[in-house]
């Protein structure tokens, strides 16, 4: 599992992706999650500026990212 603390209120679901280096641009990440490949707390998520929040796990690739607050 990733842990991946924010600081501010929420991160969008493309930038976590990116910053978690599970996708290696933008772009890139938003086509996997408008193609329906990363699910958040469970769900199916296609949302690409999803607000990921603290304690939300986002998974990708056989990859889970819990998102923290710090």
Not at 31 to 42: E, H, L, P, R, W
Not at 60 to 69: C, D, L, P, S
Request: proline share 3%.
């Amino acid at each position: 599992m990733i842990t991946f603390p924010i600081t501010e209120e929420y991160i969008e679901l493309c930038r976590l992706l990116k910053a978690t280096d599970l996708c290696a641009s933008g772009g890139e990440a938003k086509f996997v999650i408008a193609d329906g490949y990363v699910t958040v707390n469970g769900v199916i998520e296609t949302r690409k500026r999803y607000k990921t929040r603290p304690d939300d796990l986002v998974e990708f690739q056989n990859q889970t990212i819990k998102v923290i607050k710090q």
